[in-house]
């Protein structure tokens, strides 16, 4: 896992997002490097590593998920609140409203599907 995560590291590696699908492989010891790698400059390393924290169950990552909501990038976005829905912590809900009220239409979806997830009975999706 060293090794990948010293590729990752390597700003000049044009292909690090691999190394976050490979790091994914390592499940629950990875959540650390993967929670590092949501702060990373490349977007297509923070959608992945999101994807990849919510995937191996890395609740310790929901604080950092819920920053990424405000991501720039709106896919990275999406990724975050997708990822926040697949983890179901209910801490994510206020922010994850805010995401409906102030997003464009496909973050606005994830955000909707993930507090269905969090709470099916207590949210109507706006229409």
Do not use: H
Request: net charge negative; charged share 30%; proline share 3%.
């Amino acid at each position: 896992m060293q090794n990948i995560v010293a590729a990752l590291a390597k700003k000049d590696n044009l292909e690090r997002w691999k190394n976050v699908i490979d790091l994914e492989k390592f499940g629950q010891p990875a959540s650390e490097f993967l929670i590092q790698a949501l702060a990373d400059e490349d977007r297509w390393v923070r959608y992945l590593a999101a994807d990849a924290l919510a995937n191996i169950g890395a609740t310790n990552s929901v604080d950092s998920l819920i920053s990424l909501l405000r991501d720039p990038d709106q896919d990275v976005r999406f990724a975050a609140a997708s990822a926040l829905g697949k983890l179901g912590d209910v801490k994510a809900k206020k922010n994850l409203e805010e995401v409906i009220r102030r997003d464009n239409g496909y973050v606005k979806i994830a955000a909707e599907e993930a507090l269905m997830k969090l709470s099916p009975q207590g949210f109507v999706p706006s229409l």
